[in-house]
């Protein structure tokens, strides 16, 4: 039998594995191993051409922490849906970073073709940001063209979706192309502090683990007389599942990363869930719920609790607690802490975790080491998909019958006349699993 401390050795080595370049990078006492050079590594190039695809908020920001990433970066190229996204945002970047926005007029791209042009254009790296019903399609486009990749949570809407993340990931492997997922509560030193003890027997086995993420009313844009029902849907993306994956996959994603990260990646065997609409009644808020209830069932026996709400009125809470038969871990708010046997409080130095993903991905790209969250990333993913399958339909959905689903919500190819409503507003009992 091992004795304690080389199995402490074993649980740390596989919370570094698993947790992803995170933690390697961010806790900075470890190094990446280096790859091997091929026509891909850019490690001696002075000046690495940044491409930005979806310039809303979060695309903005990406490309403000990838430029403070590396002195040699530059902003190359942009592409949106929409040219007055595109334009405000570039007024923004070039307010903050001035001569390294590098964005002319012949490459400022506009519309669904918008992505490919971008790639084609001479970039290095490609930043998407888009949409994640768009997500699939543009991170498989970027690594058959050879670029490194950060792209956005959630990866995909729909399990052909999270299929074709799953074949782009492993084609990026054979590249040694380095692309970071959007899961950035993976690159917090304190969720890595707290992770990694539980990794590594703090709380001892465990039993169940639940997760809260309650919080208010989001956007909304009112139509405009110009705007084809095409541009209505994409102008508020969020509400329609086909785009955003519901709001599950699109924003609680971040809840189940943090199980399955607190698991060592552990995947449930069937989820069973409720779900529906008592706030979002009217039809601006398109196709999506406002409340899901899940609960994921283990091989072994574990059970995970999941629950969250986005209604107006309410209280609000983001947080995770693990129950294990020698303690509890908790983390909400600034709280990392655990109790119990071996009881411990997260009081080292906090770092912005969304400026840490970008720095780990170009130090990869420096050192020609391959950062691959693309397994990682689509399998939180699915497990949104599945828990909103559950509710949709009323039914106890199995990972596998989840990875193996055949439906998908969008069109195949859009464009701004196309009359596409996307799937009706499920209800549970009724609406069939696919």
Known sequence: MKDEKTLSKETRRRFLKKAGAAAVFSAGSFQMPLGLANSFDLSKKNQLKVGLVGCGGRGTGAAVQALNADPDVVLHAMADAFEDRLTSSLALLKKAHGERIKVDKTRQFVGFDACQKLIDSGVDVVLLASPPGFRPDHLTAAIDAGKHVFYEKPVAVDAPGVRKVLEAAK????????????????????????????????????????????GGELWFKERQPEWTDMEYQLRNWYYQNWFSGDFIVEQYVHSLDMITWALGEKLPSSATATGGRQWRSDQKY?????????????????????????????????????????????????????????????EGEANNMYQSEHDALFKSIREGSGINDGELSANSTLMGIMGRMAAYTGQTISWDDAMNSTETLGPKAYDWDLKFNGPEIAVPGKTKFI
Do not use: M
């Open 171 to 214: 084609k990026a492997k054979t590249k040694n192309l380095s692309i970071v997922s959007g899961f950035c509560f993976r690159y917090d030193l304190q969720k890595q502090a707290l992770y990694g003890k539980v990794l590594d027997g703090a709380i001892g086995e465990i039993k169940s683990i639940s997760s809260t993420r309650n």
């Open 286 to 346: 398109g196709n999506i719920y406002d409340h899901f209830a899940i609960e994921y069932d283990y091989a072994d026996g574990v059970k995970g609790y999941c629950f969250t709400r986005q209604q107006r009125g309410g209280s609000t809470k983001n947080g995770v607690e693990i129950q294990g038969v020698l303690g509890n871990a908790y983390y909400e708010g600034s709280r990392h802490e655990i109790t119990g046997k071996n009881p411990w409080k997260y």
